[in-house]
């Protein structure tokens, strides 16, 4: 996840556990993805937070680097690498500045990561993927859609109260997106509690808008659908972009 960089201070430690998802079977998806469509295994995990997906990856034999722009998800991330034994660099980059020494046989963004991107930053960012990639190379992303930004997060309030976690999730619809605020308590050695706060902005894109920025970039869509291969719906609340460079 490409965040804000004053995001994901207050709850890397802990946001593996706070997405309450189906790694596992997420990653499954993707890697099927990824053997149906990229020509090698040479890969680059955008926005990859912690380091979930990246580490999953890599157990499923891909020579895959992970990427965020967050100093904090980034060491958590080293940490889980070392405590699995696994060995994976780790890259601080903005996607929209993402550059490498040599192409990538397949991009990854999973969860949300280009919903922190404005609109206007969609074609410039993709430009840069495309010319990251090998020709026929694979870019694999999914968004929350809409209706999930609208609907389901914007104007509604989350919260969680752990004995030794906590945490307070405002959100409110902004003009092309929705604007979080993240208070969190974190219980220390001594029982008292510390208070973090951090803000993020993600943007609404639409399935129109992607597929001609990607088009505009110089790859070609080739699937979109729902989660886990879902068919797409009006109330679908996460959408997968297949894309091939040209």
């Excluded at 992970?66 to 034994?85: F, I, N, P, Q, Y």
């Excluded at 009006?234 to 959408?239: A, C, G, I, K, V």
Aim: hydrophobic share 35%; with cysteine.
């Amino acid at each position: 996840m490409m965040k804000n960089t004053s995001a994901y201070r207050a709850i890397a430690d802990v946001y593996e556990e706070l997405m309450d998802v189906d790694y596992d079977a997420w990653a499954g998806y993707v890697l099927s993805i990824i053997n149906e469509y990229s020509p090698g295994k040479k890969c680059a995990d955008l926005g990859c937070g912690s380091g979930a997906f990246t580490r999953r990856f890599k157990r499923a034999g891909l020579d895959v680097i992970g990427v965020d722009v967050s100093e904090e998800m980034l060491t958590k991330a080293a940490e889980l690498t070392r405590r699995e034994g696994l060995s994976i660099t780790y890259l601080r980059q903005d996607v929209r500045s993402f550059k490498v020494p040599s192409r990538l046989d397949c991009i990854t963004a999973v969860t949300d990561c280009f919903n922190y991107l404005p609109g206007g930053d969609l074609v410039r960012t993709f430009k840069r993927l495309s010319s990251s990639l090998v020709k026929g190379g694979l870019l694999f992303f999914d968004v929350s859609t809409e209706y999930k930004l609208y609907n389901v997060i914007g104007d509604n309030l989350f919260g969680e109260d752990g004995e030794d976690f906590s945490y307070l999730w405002f959100n409110r619809r902004i003009e092309g997106g929705v604007e979080m605020d993240i208070s969190t308590f974190t219980r220390q050695a001594d029982g008292t509690f510390i208070k973090r706060e951090e803000q993020h902005v993600q943007y609404a894109h639409t399935k129109k808008q992607l597929v001609s920025a990607l088009e505009e970039s110089g790859f070609e869509v080739v699937r979109v659908e729902g989660h886990l291969g879902e068919a797409l719906t009006d109330e679908s609340q996460r959408l997968n972009v297949i894309a091939v460079r040209k």
